[in-house]
Nanobody
Framework: QVQLVESGGGLVQAGGSLRLSCTVS????????MGWFRQAPGKERTFVAA????????YYTDSVKGRFTVSRDNGKNMVYLQMNSLKPEDTAVYLC??????????????????WGQGTQVTVDS
């Protein structure tokens, strides 16, 4: 059984930082691309960042480029999202997910097959 568990969310002032973590079990973690998505109340789930299986490649949505950094530790089955210079518009539930393959860094939710429950990030202005 594949399980993903996010942690590290919370309430932060605008301009602050948070580091999200996601631990994965039940899958050979090092074989798959990992993604981070977010979902604000009443809005669709949207792509934030993805990282290749080896960690050598990453990709970000434009709105977080230069502020967020995705990384992974294959020895610990964990993926991270370092979020700096947070803005109120970053407020959302953040979810990690495993891509069903390892190859292109994909951005569509349908390309990811397992999901965590999410962790709430609230940025106060």
């Amino acid at each position: 059984q594949v399980q993903l568990v996010e942690s590290g969310g919370g309430l932060v002032q605008a301009g602050g930082s948070l580091r999200l973590s996601c631990t994965v079990s039940g899958r050979t973690f090092s074989r798959y691309t990992m993604g981070w998505f977010r979902q604000a109340p009443g809005k669709e789930r949207t792509f934030v960042a993805a990282i290749s299986a080896s960690g050598s490649r990453s990709y970000y949505t434009d709105s977080v480029k230069g502020r967020f950094t995705v990384s992974r530790d294959n020895g610990k089955n964990m993926v991270y999202l370092q979020m700096n210079s947070l803005k109120p518009e970053d407020t959302a539930v953040y979810l990690c997910a495993t891509d069903s393959t390892n190859g292109l860094l994909r951005t569509r939710t349908r390309d990811y097959d397992y999901w965590g429950q999410g962790t709430q990030v609230t940025v106060d202005s």
